[in-house]
């Protein structure tokens, strides 16, 4: 996050990592191949699929492929980078997904552990603790 101080501030204010790479995108790239870069790092926590920028643009996946080889030929240093952030990307998406289905695995062992415990003396642990 950028502190800024006053309004003036914005004009001196640090840009983040990926602001400076969509910067080097639009100036460095065609536009086609800037727009499909963009589409795929665009939005921080959530990375779309390359069928999704497809879909999105109203192109063939094809085309989204032949874009990215173009850039990953003729600019292997600014390839690099978009890549590093797209699997800064997804690794971030993944570890929240691991994270989502680590809960659920504990409220579903919750769950059995209270329904094996009611079966088994006929009250809900709850009740006991709560009761005595």
């Known amino acids: 996050m950028v502190k800024r101080r006053a309004w003036w501030g914005l004009l001196f204010a640090e840009p983040s990592p990926l602001g400076v790479l969509r910067y ?22 959530d990375p779309a699929s390359y069928a999704l920028v497809a879909e999105a643009f109203g192109i063939h996946i094809g085309t989204v492929h032949t874009h990215l080889r173009r850039v ?20 971030a998406r993944h570890q929240a997904i691991l994270e ?33």
């Open 72 to 91: 990953r030929e003729r600019e292997p240093a600014l390839y690099r980078r978009i890549m590093a952030e797209r699997r800064r990307q997804l690794e």
């Open 24 to 45: 080097q995108v639009r100036t460095g790239l065609p536009p086609g191949q800037a727009r499909v870069v963009l589409g795929l790092v665009a939005i921080p926590d």
């Open 100 to 132: 989502e289905r680590r809960q659920r695995s504990l409220q579903w062992g919750r769950r059995r552990y209270a329904a094996a415990y009611r079966q088994a003396h006929g009250r809900w642990p709850w009740e006991v603790m709560r009761d005595g």
